[in-house]
Protein backbone atom coordinates (compact mmCIF):
# COMPACT_ATOMS: atom_id res chain seq x y z
CA UNK A 1 0.00 0.00 0.00
CA UNK A 2 1.33 3.61 -0.92
CA UNK A 3 2.18 5.46 2.11
CA UNK A 4 1.06 9.27 2.96
CA UNK A 5 3.22 11.92 4.77
CA UNK A 6 1.37 14.01 7.05
CA UNK A 7 2.94 17.39 9.86
CA UNK A 8 2.83 15.76 13.55
CA UNK A 9 0.83 18.90 14.66
CA UNK A 10 -0.58 22.03 13.45
CA UNK A 11 -2.76 24.86 15.07
CA UNK A 12 -5.38 27.12 14.09
CA UNK A 13 -7.18 29.98 15.85
CA UNK A 14 -11.03 29.36 15.91
CA UNK A 15 -13.48 30.75 13.02
CA UNK A 16 -10.49 30.54 10.89
CA UNK A 17 -9.77 28.36 7.61
CA UNK A 18 -7.48 25.45 8.52
CA UNK A 19 -5.47 23.48 5.44
CA UNK A 20 -4.22 20.03 6.43
CA UNK A 21 -1.44 19.17 3.94
CA UNK A 22 -1.03 15.30 2.96
CA UNK A 23 2.43 14.29 0.45
CA UNK A 24 1.05 10.49 -1.07
CA UNK A 25 3.98 10.34 -4.09
CA UNK A 26 3.88 6.85 -4.43
CA UNK A 27 -0.06 6.98 -4.83
CA UNK A 28 -1.64 4.69 -7.86
CA UNK A 29 -4.30 5.02 -10.09
CA UNK A 30 -6.93 3.13 -8.27
CA UNK A 31 -6.22 4.62 -4.90
CA UNK A 32 -8.45 6.74 -2.92
CA UNK A 33 -7.41 9.02 -1.00
CA UNK A 34 -9.61 8.94 2.40
CA UNK A 35 -9.65 11.09 5.49
CA UNK A 36 -10.69 10.43 8.89
CA UNK A 37 -10.44 12.29 12.32
CA UNK A 38 -10.21 11.02 15.84
CA UNK A 39 -11.43 13.53 18.72
CA UNK A 40 -10.07 12.61 22.13
CA UNK A 41 -11.06 9.60 23.77
CA UNK A 42 -13.23 8.42 20.99
CA UNK A 43 -12.75 5.91 17.68
CA UNK A 44 -11.92 7.67 14.56
CA UNK A 45 -14.95 9.27 12.24
CA UNK A 46 -15.07 9.13 8.59
CA UNK A 47 -14.28 13.05 6.72
CA UNK A 48 -14.39 12.91 3.58
CA UNK A 49 -12.58 11.23 0.15
CA UNK A 50 -11.54 11.90 -3.24
CA UNK A 51 -9.85 10.30 -6.46
CA UNK A 52 -9.00 13.26 -8.85
CA UNK A 53 -11.39 15.82 -8.25
CA UNK A 54 -12.33 18.56 -5.46
CA UNK A 55 -14.80 17.48 -3.69
CA UNK A 56 -16.93 19.03 -0.70
CA UNK A 57 -19.22 17.72 2.16
CA UNK A 58 -20.87 19.29 5.38
CA UNK A 59 -17.83 18.69 7.35
CA UNK A 60 -14.70 19.85 4.71
CA UNK A 61 -13.23 20.49 1.11
CA UNK A 62 -10.92 17.89 -0.23
CA UNK A 63 -8.34 19.39 -2.63
CA UNK A 64 -6.31 17.09 -4.97
CA UNK A 65 -3.44 17.92 -6.96
CA UNK A 66 -3.47 17.78 -10.65
CA UNK A 67 -0.82 14.99 -10.13
CA UNK A 68 -2.58 13.55 -7.38
CA UNK A 69 0.93 13.71 -5.39
CA UNK A 70 -0.55 15.56 -2.63
CA UNK A 71 -3.93 16.46 -1.20
CA UNK A 72 -5.02 19.25 1.35
CA UNK A 73 -8.33 18.68 3.64
CA UNK A 74 -9.41 22.15 4.34
CA UNK A 75 -11.70 23.09 7.37
CA UNK A 76 -13.65 26.49 6.55
CA UNK A 77 -14.15 27.49 10.05
CA UNK A 78 -12.33 25.90 12.42
CA UNK A 79 -14.49 24.73 16.18
CA UNK A 80 -12.99 23.81 19.61
CA UNK A 81 -14.73 20.80 17.99
CA UNK A 82 -12.68 20.13 15.55
CA UNK A 83 -9.49 19.41 17.46
CA UNK A 84 -8.59 16.07 16.76
CA UNK A 85 -5.95 13.88 14.99
CA UNK A 86 -6.83 14.17 11.19
CA UNK A 87 -5.70 10.61 9.02
CA UNK A 88 -4.89 10.95 5.74
CA UNK A 89 -5.31 7.67 4.00
CA UNK A 90 -5.08 5.84 0.49
CA UNK A 91 -7.29 3.25 -0.18
CA UNK A 92 -6.69 0.90 -3.26
CA UNK A 93 -10.50 -0.67 -4.22
CA UNK A 94 -10.47 -3.75 -5.68
CA UNK A 95 -7.47 -5.81 -3.36
CA UNK A 96 -7.45 -8.45 -1.85
CA UNK A 97 -7.23 -7.10 1.58
CA UNK A 98 -8.52 -3.50 1.24
CA UNK A 99 -8.18 -2.09 4.17
CA UNK A 100 -7.16 1.12 5.90
CA UNK A 101 -3.72 1.70 7.15
CA UNK A 102 -3.44 4.29 9.39
CA UNK A 103 -0.18 6.72 9.71
CA UNK A 104 0.35 8.71 12.80
CA UNK A 105 -1.54 11.56 11.13
CA UNK A 106 -1.88 15.42 12.25
CA UNK A 107 -2.48 16.03 15.63
CA UNK A 108 -4.72 19.70 15.03
CA UNK A 109 -4.92 22.09 17.87
CA UNK A 110 -7.74 24.79 17.97
CA UNK A 111 -6.95 27.57 19.90
CA UNK A 112 -10.32 30.10 20.83
CA UNK B 1 -29.26 5.39 14.09
CA UNK B 2 -27.02 3.61 16.71
CA UNK B 3 -23.65 3.32 16.22
CA UNK B 4 -21.31 0.98 17.22
CA UNK B 5 -21.58 -0.36 20.71
CA UNK B 6 -18.72 -1.92 22.59
CA UNK B 7 -17.88 -2.63 26.32
CA UNK B 8 -16.76 -2.43 28.45
CA UNK B 9 -15.03 1.19 28.17
CA UNK B 10 -12.49 0.53 30.44
CA UNK B 11 -10.85 -2.58 31.64
CA UNK B 12 -8.19 -3.27 34.23
CA UNK B 13 -6.69 -6.52 34.60
CA UNK B 14 -3.42 -7.78 35.86
CA UNK B 15 -0.98 -9.93 33.30
CA UNK B 16 -2.06 -13.44 32.87
CA UNK B 17 -5.28 -13.07 33.37
CA UNK B 18 -8.19 -13.46 30.14
CA UNK B 19 -9.98 -10.62 29.26
CA UNK B 20 -12.96 -10.14 26.68
CA UNK B 21 -14.18 -7.55 24.58
CA UNK B 22 -17.21 -7.18 23.06
CA UNK B 23 -18.95 -5.17 19.75
CA UNK B 24 -22.20 -5.04 18.45
CA UNK B 25 -21.52 -3.41 15.02
CA UNK B 26 -24.61 -0.92 12.84
CA UNK B 27 -27.39 -2.84 12.24
CA UNK B 28 -27.29 -4.48 8.54
CA UNK B 29 -22.96 -4.18 8.68
CA UNK B 30 -21.81 -7.50 7.27
CA UNK B 31 -18.14 -6.53 7.15
CA UNK B 32 -16.85 -5.86 11.15
CA UNK B 33 -13.03 -5.06 12.21
CA UNK B 34 -11.29 -4.73 15.55
CA UNK B 35 -8.26 -2.42 15.17
CA UNK B 36 -5.28 -2.37 18.15
CA UNK B 37 -4.65 0.96 19.34
CA UNK B 38 -1.38 1.76 20.55
CA UNK B 39 -0.53 5.45 22.72
CA UNK B 40 0.37 8.03 20.06
CA UNK B 41 0.10 5.45 17.00
CA UNK B 42 -2.82 5.22 14.57
CA UNK B 43 -5.47 2.11 14.92
CA UNK B 44 -3.81 -1.25 13.34
CA UNK B 45 -5.98 -3.91 11.92
CA UNK B 46 -6.26 -7.26 13.22
CA UNK B 47 -9.16 -9.07 12.40
CA UNK B 48 -11.67 -8.25 9.32
CA UNK B 49 -15.19 -10.57 9.38
CA UNK B 50 -17.21 -10.74 6.29
CA UNK B 51 -20.32 -11.89 8.27
CA UNK B 52 -19.36 -14.54 10.07
CA UNK B 53 -16.19 -15.63 8.32
CA UNK B 54 -12.91 -13.86 9.43
CA UNK B 55 -11.67 -13.14 5.68
CA UNK B 56 -7.98 -11.13 6.91
CA UNK B 57 -6.69 -12.29 10.62
CA UNK B 58 -3.28 -12.07 9.16
CA UNK B 59 -2.21 -9.03 11.92
CA UNK B 60 -3.85 -11.38 14.61
CA UNK B 61 -1.69 -12.86 17.58
CA UNK B 62 -3.22 -16.03 17.45
CA UNK B 63 -1.17 -17.42 19.94
CA UNK B 64 -3.42 -15.53 22.35
CA UNK B 65 -5.74 -13.57 20.61
CA UNK B 66 -8.72 -15.07 19.25
CA UNK B 67 -12.25 -13.86 17.91
CA UNK B 68 -15.51 -15.19 16.95
CA UNK B 69 -18.43 -13.18 15.47
CA UNK B 70 -21.27 -16.06 15.72
CA UNK B 71 -24.45 -15.60 13.62
CA UNK B 72 -22.95 -12.94 12.00
CA UNK B 73 -23.78 -9.77 14.03
CA UNK B 74 -22.06 -9.50 17.59
CA UNK B 75 -18.27 -10.38 17.93
CA UNK B 76 -15.50 -10.82 20.63
CA UNK B 77 -12.20 -10.61 20.96
CA UNK B 78 -10.24 -11.87 23.39
CA UNK B 79 -6.93 -12.45 24.76
CA UNK B 80 -5.80 -15.20 27.13
CA UNK B 81 -3.86 -14.79 28.83
CA UNK B 82 -2.72 -10.88 28.85
CA UNK B 83 0.53 -9.26 28.59
CA UNK B 84 1.90 -5.98 29.48
CA UNK B 85 2.09 -4.73 26.31
CA UNK B 86 -1.06 -5.64 25.61
CA UNK B 87 -2.27 -2.35 27.01
CA UNK B 88 -4.07 -0.31 24.24
CA UNK B 89 -7.14 0.83 22.98
CA UNK B 90 -9.25 -2.16 21.17
CA UNK B 91 -11.45 -0.55 18.33
CA UNK B 92 -14.27 -2.16 16.91
CA UNK B 93 -15.35 -0.96 13.11
CA UNK B 94 -18.25 -1.60 11.14
CA UNK B 95 -19.57 -1.42 7.53
CA UNK B 96 -21.97 -2.10 5.09
CA UNK B 97 -20.15 -3.86 2.66
CA UNK B 98 -16.06 -4.53 2.06
CA UNK B 99 -15.12 -1.45 1.07
CA UNK B 100 -17.71 1.20 2.24
CA UNK B 101 -17.56 3.80 5.28
CA UNK B 102 -16.03 2.73 8.25
CA UNK B 103 -17.85 3.19 11.13
CA UNK B 104 -15.78 3.25 14.65
CA UNK B 105 -17.15 2.41 18.06
CA UNK B 106 -15.46 4.27 20.90
CA UNK B 107 -12.90 1.63 21.77
CA UNK B 108 -11.85 -0.36 24.98
CA UNK B 109 -9.20 0.80 26.81
CA UNK B 110 -7.36 -2.01 28.48
CA UNK B 111 -4.81 -1.45 30.75
CA UNK B 112 -2.72 -4.95 31.68
CA UNK B 113 -0.78 -4.25 35.25
Known amino acids: DAKTTQPNSMESNEEEPVHLPCNHSTISGTDYIHWYRQLPSQGPEYVIH???SNVNNRMASLAIAEDRKSSTLILHRATLRDAAVYYCILRTYGGATNKLIFGTGTLLAVQP | EAGVVQSPRYKIIEKKQPVAFWCNPISGHNTLYWYLQNLGQGPELLIRYENEEAVDDSQLPKDRFSAERLKGVDSTLKIQPAELGDSAVYLCASSLLQGDTQYFGPGTRLTVL
Open chain 1, 50 to 52: GLT
